[in-house]
């Protein structure tokens, strides 16, 4: 009733300022979907017991087992929580190793061959917990599990590990410490079970981390954001063109650092229109968007199978952006911005002779923009991108877009 009786008080003062203003605190509000949301991050070791007993030898005189290293370094985050009251939440998750499990065997006259096992574990769970004490929670998890493994195969093609995706039971529990309203520390662990069909070990996950949860912005904020003078521009329109003309030392320095991704087809150029829209904004600093947009590319024909024929394909996405405002100027505003796991379409899943995995991928961009004129309605980004499916599929040839240059309008 409180949070209700504060937006009627809210409207009817803003209806008084103006209309313009209305729509700019409406922004600096969170959406919904977003009040009581938390995100995570969570580092530690994973085990599973990759051996001798995956290793299917498509022929004992050719290849021979050798040995395995499982590379326990792992990460889990959690892409998107919702926490309904004190006693349960909902979480959708991603876990992974830093590094790939790698079998050795011999392959005819190569000794010690290597090849790499790529598993991952995505999880849509409940996550009851009980309070112990004012800052010390316990929780327990339980839910859907997808385990995606890719493996290699022989020369002949034949499968030594082979790739698979299926649905398993993902379990949990942990221990949290509550900083404040909004900071978590945790201590947790999760555990998928054995599938003998598969040939998939038990895989636990012992990790540190922490989340983070939203909460509906204050009083105080949201007149901060009222009083700075700022304009942010609601909605735009872009348009982009990409090219390898300057090559792809800014994808692969990004790559190297980390910072972003590669991919094993290279575009050659593209063309594309986007739709984007702020649905919500702080004062000065941090602003987040959604998006849609529609690309045409064209590949440049090499990659790690070389057929030197450029092909044609297209995608279609939905994306999320984090943007960040660091400059702000009587001529301009300037942002950084990073956008990730935006759901997509792409027309191929064979491009330039590399299995991409499945229709269904995701698209990504890392870049920097200027909103300028008197009011903020004129718009120009510099960006390179990437699409691949995250390894939720055993297949994932990822794509590599160069720089693009995009104008937009802002209305």
């Known amino acids: 009733m409180r949070f209700i009786a504060f937006k009627i008080c809210l409207f009817i003062i803003l209806l008084i300022n103006s209309r313009i203003v209305l729509a700019q605190d409406e922004r600096a509000q969170l959406p919904l979907a977003l009040r009581n949301a938390y995100f995570g991050v969570s580092v530690g070791s994973i085990d599973y017991d990759f051996g001798k007993d995956q290793f299917m030898n498509p022929n004992p005189l050719l290849y021979k087992f050798n040995s395995v290293t499982v590379n326990h370094p792992a990460v889990r985050l959690v892409l998107y929580g919702y926490e309904f009251n004190k006693y349960l939440s909902a979480q959708l998750t991603y876990m992974r190793p830093v590094s790939w499990v ?29 309070p112990i004490n004012e800052h010390i929670f316990i929780n327990g998890e339980v839910g859907l599990g997808i385990v995606t493994r890719h493996g290699f195969n022989a020369e002949d093609g034949t499968p030594i590990i082979t790739g698979v995706t299926y649905p398993t039971v993902l379990l949990g529990a942990g221990i949290n410490y509550h900083i404040n309203d909004n900071w978590r520390l945790m201590l947790s662990g999760a555990y998928t079970p054995k599938d003998n069909s598969e040939k998939q070990p038990t895989t636990t996950f012992i990790a540190a981390g922490f989340n983070y949860k939203l909460t509906p912005v204050s009083d105080k904020k949201l007149q901060e954001a009222t009083e700075t003078g700022y304009i942010n521009p609601k909605q735009w329109l872009q348009i982009g063109y990409s090219s390898n003309i300057a090559g792809y030392g800014i994808n692969n320095v990004l790559e190297k650092a980390s910072l972003f991704w590669g991919g094993d087809v290279e575009a050659y150029q593209g063309l594309s229109v986007s739709y984007h ?4 904004h702080t004062a000065k600093v941090f602003a987040l968007d959604w998006g849609v947009s529609g690309s045409i590319w064209q590949s440049t024909g090499k990659s790690k ?30 942002y950084f911005y990073y956008s990730v796991a935006g759901p997509s379409y ?33 718009n120009a980004e510099l960006k390179i991108g990437h699409y691949s499916n995250g390894n939720i599929f055993p297949l994932n040839g990822a794509v590599k877009i160069p720089i693009s240059l995009n104008l937009g309008y802002a209305f």
């Open 277 to 280: 829209q702020n649905i919500y």
């Open 102 to 130: 790698f079998y050795y065997y011999d392959k005819g006259a190569e000794t010690n061959a290597r090849s790499s096992v790529w598993m991952n574990v995505g999880g849509l769970t409940l996550r009851p917990q009980l």
């Open 346 to 378: 792409i027309s191929k899943i064979i491009i330039d002779g590399v299995e991409t995995g499945e229709h269904f991928t995701f698209q990504d961009n890392i870049g920097l923009g200027i909103f300028f004129g008197e009011k903020r309605n004129l």
């Open 305 to 334: 199978i070389q057929t030197n024929l450029k092909e044609s394909f297209f995608t279609l996405s939905a994306f999320p952006v984090l943007r960040f405002n660091f400059l702000h100027t009587q001529p301009m505003d300037a």
